[in-house]
């Protein structure tokens, strides 16, 4: 057993130099850690992610996002890569500075340039987006790639890296989820005796508890970057390493960082403390609660994540199912969210908010099977990450969307920040973001093109989806299997559904309970070759931007966003609006009829340059 305590914790982070730290804390971990390691956990949901290998996706921008993500971060050079460690560890560090928030810069202080702000915060998001594009693939280079990421980093690990660094917490949360996914996703076997050095490493840094960006604003900082530190998100993994090792010290570690105080509690007893903080670290925390509700049972954790959620999608939200206009949360009735569309360009955090969205809908889809969090996954995929556009060689990225009246898509001044990080994780999750299963089944979360494959009472199935989905109202499923099997087939009917939606098996209407915003559930004795078809009844809908504003509109197609682009200030009815037509069935392109003239609209992933305009103003 490898007991891992405060003191080993303390020895191991005392070391001079980071070699000697790695190779220690490796023998503490030396032991098979996984295998006989007791682990206990409260909560197993009945409704579980599949494999990552267990879904690909055919082509669709769904993969092309993939694929150049995976393509991008395979041919990203190690020692670049590696540089601030290196040098923060003492050691000779070959090749060129990346750039940005990700170099070393004792200049910077948290005002002005952000070049240095949080040196070498991302790698472990790009192990984990190699880690995860291998487990997607299979692809050897990828795994080779992993393999020698790890074994660089080892030797640079050490405790004086983070003397004098702004957000520990927050590099160290990315680093312990990289080298998570090495070990449990590409094979590493040394990734766990790592993560325990890193977790050592960066002990001695971090405060007693979770600390609000309030509190730590209360206390002394050299300056205001020392503020922004985001322990709060730390359970999540910290639990995933508990769940992985069987050490209790990393469920302790867990425990400590839970934010009861100021933000489960609050949240678990229904009331919205979301206004004023950071808004992608606190979705993202949403998961540390979930994964604190799954190891430790407590329901008060489930109530605050569903609580959270449930007041992210109705008090924070735009159209798209972004939110968190300039990364801040606002306080409901203050008609905020609609002022943002005048004043800020930075609607929403795309990558990494989408990213953390995907995440705690997964683990809420999974624990309450309620088929609206599918809902609300489907809406920020095809209205926000699908448009991002694709990271650039120099670690120039995609960043926010913006919904300002007079909107453009563009890159973040800054290289390599955060959403650089997040991206190549969310594009990896696309598959096992769209199926699920339980032991009576499979539940189709996500219609989009893609293989499904799968075991069921012994059988060897696959399920093969071709859809153009939304742009199309329809998908098409066609099943292959090695004998006649009887499980159930769950389809997410979204909650805006019209009455027209239909099922079909082998091209006869199959009467089915279709009740928006539930799964449909069909059992069924099914054969190699049965065919299922699903037409939606898609309404056009217009959505006011908060109650404050409620002439302010977003057009939308079911889940689907439509932007106006090139717009004008012409005078628009709601009626000129509900009216919008799609130039042909699975066309990107929309027009509505008004007094002047014609109005164009497209959804954001096929906005390129032009201008465009999420809300429209009626005047009526
Ligand atoms: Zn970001």
Same mark, same amino acid.
């Given at each position: 057993?490898?007991?891992?305590?405060?003191? +080993?914790?303390?020895?191991?982070?005392?070391?001079?130099?980071?070699?000697?730290?790695?190779?220690?804390?490796?023998?503490?971990?030396?032991?098979?850690?996984?295998?006989?390691?007791?682990?206990?956990?409260?909560?197993?949901?009945?409704?579980?992610?599949?494999?990552?290998?267990?879904?690909?996706?055919?082509?669709?921008?769904?993969?092309?996002?993939?694929?150049?993500?995976?393509?991008?971060?395979?041919?990203?050079?190690?020692?670049?890569?590696?540089?601030?460690?290196?040098?923060?560890?003492?050691?000779?560090?070959?090749?060129?500075?990346?750039?940005?928030?990700?170099?070393?810069?004792?200049?910077?202080?948290?005002?002005?340039?952000?070049?240095?702000?949080?040196?070498?915060?991302?790698?472990?998001?790009?192990?984990?987006?190699?880690?995860?594009?291998?487990?997607?693939?299979?692809?050897?280079?990828?795994?080779?790639?992993?393999?020698?990421?790890?074994? +660089?980093?080892?030797?640079?690990?050490?405790?004086?890296?983070?003397?004098?660094?702004?957000?520990?917490?927050?590099?160290?949360?990315?680093?312990?989820?990289?080298?998570?996914?090495?070990?449990?996703?590409?094979?590493?076997?040394?990734?766990?005796?790592?993560?325990?050095?890193?977790?050592?490493?960066?002990?001695?840094?971090?405060?007693?508890?979770?600390?609000?960006?309030?509190?730590?604003?209360?206390?002394?900082?050299?300056?205001?970057?020392?503020?922004?530190?985001?322990?709060?998100?730390?359970?999540?993994?910290?639990?995933?390493?508990?769940?992985?090792?069987?050490?209790?010290?990393?469920?302790?570690?867990?425990?400590?960082?839970?934010?009861?105080?100021?933000?489960?509690?609050?949240?678990?007893?229904?009331?919205?403390?979301?206004?004023?903080?950071?808004?992608?670290?606190?979705?993202?925390?949403?998961?540390?609660?979930?994964?604190?509700?799954?190891?430790?049972?407590?329901?008060?954790?489930?109530?605050?994540? +569903?609580?959270?959620?449930?007041?992210?999608?109705?008090?924070?939200?735009?159209?798209?199912?972004?939110?968190?206009?300039?990364?801040?949360?606002?306080?409901?009735?203050?008609?905020?969210?609609?002022?943002?569309?005048?004043?800020?360009?930075?609607?929403?955090?795309?990558?990494?908010?989408?990213?953390?969205?995907?995440?705690?809908?997964?683990?809420?889809?999974?624990?309450?099977?309620?088929?609206?969090?599918?809902?609300?996954?489907?809406?920020?995929?095809?209205?926000?990450?699908?448009?991002?556009?694709?990271?650039?060689?120099?670690?120039?990225?995609?960043?926010?969307?913006?919904?300002?009246?007079?909107?453009?898509?563009?890159?973040?001044?800054?290289?390599?920040?955060?959403?650089?990080?997040?991206?190549?994780?969310?594009?990896?999750?696309?598959?096992?973001?769209?199926?699920?299963?339980?032991?009576?089944?499979?539940?189709?979360?996500?219609?989009?093109?893609?293989?499904?494959?799968?075991?069921?009472?012994?059988?060897?199935?696959?399920?093969?989806?071709?859809?153009?989905?939304?742009?199309?109202?329809?998908?098409?499923?066609?099943?292959?299997?090695?004998?006649?099997?009887?499980?159930?087939?769950?389809?997410?009917?979204?909650?805006?559904?019209?009455?027209?939606?239909?099922?079909?098996?082998?091209?006869?209407?199959?009467?089915?309970?279709?009740?928006?915003?539930?799964?449909?559930?069909?059992?069924?004795?099914?054969?190699?070759?049965?065919?299922?078809?699903?037409?939606?009844?898609?309404?056009?809908?217009?959505?006011?931007?908060?109650?404050?504003?409620?002439?302010?509109?977003?057009?939308?197609?079911?889940?689907?966003?439509?932007?106006?682009?090139?717009?004008?200030?012409?005078?628009?009815?709601?009626?000129?609006?509900?009216?919008?037509? +799609?130039?042909?069935a699975g066309s990107l392109d929309w027009e509505a009829v008004i007094d002047t003239g014609k109005m164009a609209f497209k959804p954001f992933q096929a906005i390129g340059k032009e201008q465009y305009?999420?809300?429209?103003?009626?005047?009526?």
């Amino acid at each position: 057993m490898n007991a891992f305590t405060r003191r +080993q914790f303390l020895s191991l982070s005392a070391a001079a130099t980071g070699a000697t730290l790695a190779s220690r804390s490796m023998k503490v971990f030396a032991s098979p850690v996984g295998k006989s390691a007791k682990i206990s956990v409260a909560i197993t949901p009945a409704i579980r992610t599949f494999s990552y290998n267990q879904i690909e996706l055919l082509e669709g921008p769904m993969r092309r996002q993939f694929d150049t993500n995976h393509e991008f971060f395979l041919r990203l050079d190690e020692d670049r890569l590696l540089k601030p460690f290196r040098q923060l560890a003492g050691m000779k560090a070959p090749g060129e500075e990346m750039g940005g928030w990700y170099d070393i810069d004792p200049a910077f202080n948290g005002s002005g340039s952000f070049h240095g702000f949080i040196p070498g915060h991302s790698f472990g998001q790009y192990l984990s987006g190699l880690a995860r594009a291998y487990a997607v693939t299979g692809s050897k280079p990828t795994q080779e790639k992993v393999r020698l990421l790890v074994q +660089q980093f080892a030797p640079t690990v050490c405790s004086a890296f983070y003397d004098n660094y702004h957000l520990p917490a927050y590099t160290y949360d990315k680093t312990s989820c990289g080298l998570i996914d090495a070990y449990r996703l590409a094979g590493d076997e040394t990734a766990l005796a790592v993560h325990a050095a890193a977790t050592a490493a960066v002990v001695p840094h971090l405060p007693e508890k979770a600390l609000s960006r309030r509190e730590q604003y209360a206390l002394p900082h050299k300056d205001e970057a020392y503020c922004w530190d985001e322990t709060y998100t730390l359970p999540e993994n910290l639990f995933l390493a508990y769940r992985l090792t069987g050490n209790p010290r990393y469920r302790e570690l867990a425990t400590r960082f839970i934010e009861d105080d100021l933000y489960f509690d609050p949240l678990a007893r229904g009331e919205n403390v979301l206004p004023g903080e950071h808004a992608y670290s606190h979705v993202n925390a949403f998961s540390s609660a979930m994964q604190s509700y799954l190891v430790l049972g407590n329901a008060k954790h489930l109530r605050a994540a +569903q609580n959270g959620f449930e007041f992210l999608r109705s008090t924070q939200s735009f159209a798209t199912g972004g939110w968190g206009p300039d990364e801040l949360f606002r306080v409901p009735g203050s008609g905020e969210i609609g002022a943002s569309l005048s004043k800020s360009h930075a609607s929403f955090e795309t990558p990494c908010g989408a990213y953390g969205h995907f995440k705690i809908v997964r683990y809420l889809l999974a624990v309450t099977g309620d088929s609206r969090y599918g809902d609300s996954m489907e809406n920020v995929l095809y209205n926000t990450i699908l448009g991002a556009k694709p990271l650039q060689e120099d670690g120039t990225s995609f960043y926010y969307s913006d919904y300002n009246m007079h909107a453009h898509k563009g890159y973040h001044p800054d290289k390599w920040p955060c959403c650089s990080g997040t991206f190549p994780q969310i594009t990896a999750d696309y598959g096992i973001s769209s199926y699920f299963h339980d032991d009576d089944g499979v539940y189709v979360n996500l219609y989009v093109p893609s293989r499904l494959k799968w075991q069921q009472h012994g059988a060897n199935l696959s399920l093969t989806q071709s859809a153009d989905y939304p742009h199309a109202a329809h998908t098409e499923f066609e099943l292959k299997s090695d004998r006649d099997t009887t499980f159930a087939m769950r389809l997410r009917i979204p909650a805006w559904a019209g009455p027209k939606t239909a099922l079909s098996i082998n091209g006869k209407p199959f009467n089915a309970d279709l009740t928006p915003g539930r799964f449909a559930n069909v059992t069924r004795t099914w054969k190699s070759g049965d065919r299922i078809a699903l037409e939606f009844d898609i309404p056009l809908t217009l959505q006011p931007v908060d109650p404050q504003h409620p002439k302010m509109v977003a057009l939308q197609h079911g889940s689907l966003s439509l932007f106006a682009v090139n717009p004008t200030d012409a005078p628009v009815t709601r009626a000129n609006l509900l009216r919008a037509s +799609q130039l042909s069935a699975g066309s990107l392109d929309w027009e509505a009829v008004i007094d002047t003239g014609k109005m164009a609209f497209k959804p954001f992933q096929a906005i390129g340059k032009e201008q465009y305009r999420l809300y429209q103003e009626v005047s009526d």
